[in-house]
């Protein structure tokens, strides 16, 4: 299967393009200065920064013409917003324990680079031939994961790990993907994980339609579900997944899908972005936009049950779902969701975004909440 060379940050449908590749935004803030982050002492690790480590990435558009990407990265606090430029043809993925994970490709050789936000510094951890499309690490740091393409002819060479700290053990985990004229060229390919860490899920995305891939990491059992009527991943547990259905905008129906018999259930009917957490009690639970502009949030049960609509935010901000949507993400307590303005994390640091609890509905700026 080949993946057509794509802007990382669109989600699965032509529709999300506008929304999260170019978006041009009213609350964007200062733009840091470019920042070459020097080498990090040691080996390379994860590491245990508190809460509040966050990232942003954004098109570079000079006379029109997309550039390149800016990626901004900042800890706790509201100090030290420090932006990167990367190729055009770039990612970041995390947090990790206040690292993040950046990697970005000149047309010769992919570099990815852990980056210590925390620290200041960074470490080089791979090099490639081929283009690293997208890469994570195991939720304990040990590891890193990636997918590949073959650089000339662009065809998938499949998802691959090796230790973080030894670039010779390499080891193919899943194989390209086969091509299906049901989901057309794929377009997008995401990597993420269930909230326990044993499930990696890797989506496929053609214009409409995902193919979701799943691999438990301890015991090399694996699965796919394969039903055009499923659109982007919003989240995997250790038995199901929750996706949106293959539409070619929000709001969409939420759908949940049984990794063992492969059942297809629908848990809400129209819905906007969502994003998949826990409750106070550990069940997991939806919490989505109820319409096209984000104004009303609900949660609910992924049995369908516990439904209730959340307070309203009065200034408007929306809420941040995953990186593919929000072209941002930051380390937040379990229990917790956040709300930024545009859907997104502004570029000048969280100081307009929000937390709200899942369960008993506090909100607390960005910032003042711990683990």
Same mark, same amino acid.
């Given at each position: 299967?080949?993946?057509?060379? !794509?802007?990382?940050?669109?989600?699965?449908?032509?529709?999300?393009?506008? &929304?999260?590749?170019?978006?041009?935004?009213?609350?964007?803030?200062?733009?840091?200065?470019? !920042?070459?982050?020097?080498?990090?002492?040691?080996?390379? %690790?994860?590491?245990?920064?508190?809460?509040?480590?966050?990232?942003?990435?954004?098109?570079?558009?000079?006379?029109?013409?997309?550039?390149?990407?800016?990626? /901004?990265?900042?800890?706790?606090? *509201?100090?030290?917003?420090?932006?990167?430029?990367?190729? $055009?043809?770039?990612?970041?993925?995390?947090?990790?324990? @206040?690292?993040?994970?950046?990697?970005?490709?000149?047309?010769? *050789?992919?570099?990815?680079?852990?980056?210590?936000?925390?620290?200041?510094?960074? !470490?080089?951890?791979?090099?490639?031939?081929?283009?690293?499309?997208?890469?994570?690490?195991? $939720?304990? @740091?040990?590891?890193?994961?990636?997918?590949?393409?073959?650089?000339?002819? %662009?065809?998938?060479?499949?998802?691959?790990?090796?230790?973080?700290?030894?670039?010779?053990?390499?080891?193919?985990?899943?194989?390209?993907?086969?091509?299906?004229?049901?989901?057309?060229?794929?377009?997008?390919?995401?990597?993420?994980?269930?909230?326990?860490?044993?499930?990696?899920?890797?989506?496929?995305? @053609?214009?409409?339609?995902?193919?979701?891939?799943?691999?438990?990491?301890? /015991?090399?059992?694996?699965?796919?579900?394969?039903?055009? *009527?499923?659109?982007?991943?919003?989240?995997?547990?250790?038995?199901?997944?929750?996706?949106?259905?293959?539409?070619?905008?929000?709001?969409? $129906?939420?759908?949940?899908?049984?990794?063992?018999?492969?059942?297809?259930?629908?848990?809400?009917?129209?819905?906007?972005?969502?994003?998949?957490?826990?409750?106070?009690?550990?069940?997991?639970?939806?919490?989505?936009?109820?319409?096209?502009?984000?104004?009303?949030?609900?949660?609910?049960?992924?049995?369908?049950?516990? @439904?209730?609509?959340?307070?309203?935010?009065? &200034?408007?901000?929306?809420?941040?779902?995953?990186?593919?949507?929000?072209?941002? &993400?930051?380390?937040?307590?379990?229990?917790?969701? =956040?709300?930024?303005?545009?859907?997104?994390?502004?570029? =000048?640091?969280?100081?307009?975004?929000?937390?709200?609890?899942?369960?008993?509905?506090?909100?607390?700026?960005?910032?003042?909440?711990?683990?």
């Amino acid at each position: 299967m080949v993946e057509l060379v !794509w802007f990382r940050r669109a989600g699965p449908g032509i529709a999300a393009i506008g &929304a999260v590749v170019l978006v041009a935004s009213t609350t964007v803030g200062a733009r840091p200065a470019s !920042w070459q982050p020097p080498q990090c002492d040691g080996m390379p %690790r994860i590491g245990s920064a508190p809460v509040g480590t966050w990232y942003r990435i954004d098109a570079t558009i000079v006379d029109g013409v997309r550039s390149g990407q800016r990626l /901004t990265v900042a800890g706790p606090g *509201t100090a030290a917003v420090r932006g990167l430029d990367l190729d $055009p043809e770039s990612f970041a993925s995390g947090p990790f324990a @206040g690292t993040v994970l950046a990697g970005t490709d000149d047309g010769a *050789t992919s570099r990815l680079s852990l980056i210590d936000v925390g620290a200041g510094c960074a !470490w080089s951890i791979d090099r490639s031939d081929d283009v690293v499309r997208r890469a994570t690490l195991t $939720p304990d @740091g040990s590891t890193l994961i990636e997918f590949r393409v073959d650089r000339m002819s %662009r065809a998938d060479r499949g998802v691959w790990r090796r230790p973080l700290v030894d670039r010779g053990a390499v080891e193919r985990i899943l194989p390209p993907i086969g091509p299906d004229e049901r989901f057309g060229p794929t377009w997008l390919t995401e990597l993420s994980w269930s909230d326990d860490g044993t499930l990696l899920a890797v989506e496929s995305c @053609g214009e409409v339609a995902c193919r979701i891939r799943w691999l438990d990491v301890r /015991t090399g059992v694996s699965g796919a579900v394969s039903d055009p *009527t499923l659109g982007g991943l919003v989240g995997i547990t250790s038995d199901r997944l929750v996706a949106h259905g293959a539409c070619r905008g929000l709001p969409c $129906p939420l759908r949940s899908v049984a990794l063992v018999h492969g059942g297809i259930s629908t848990i809400v009917p129209s819905a906007g972005k969502a994003v998949l957490t826990r409750d106070a009690r550990g069940r997991h639970v939806l919490v989505y936009e109820r319409d096209a502009d984000g104004s009303s949030v609900a949660s609910i049960g992924l049995d369908g049950s516990a @439904g209730r609509v959340l307070p309203a935010d009065r &200034a408007g901000r929306r809420l941040i779902a995953g990186p593919a949507w929000a072209a941002s &993400a930051a380390e937040v307590p379990a229990g917790w969701i =956040a709300f930024g303005p545009d859907g997104r994390l502004p570029i =000048a640091g969280p100081v307009g975004a929000l937390l709200r609890h899942v369960s008993d509905d506090r909100v607390v700026p960005f910032y003042e909440v711990q683990r």
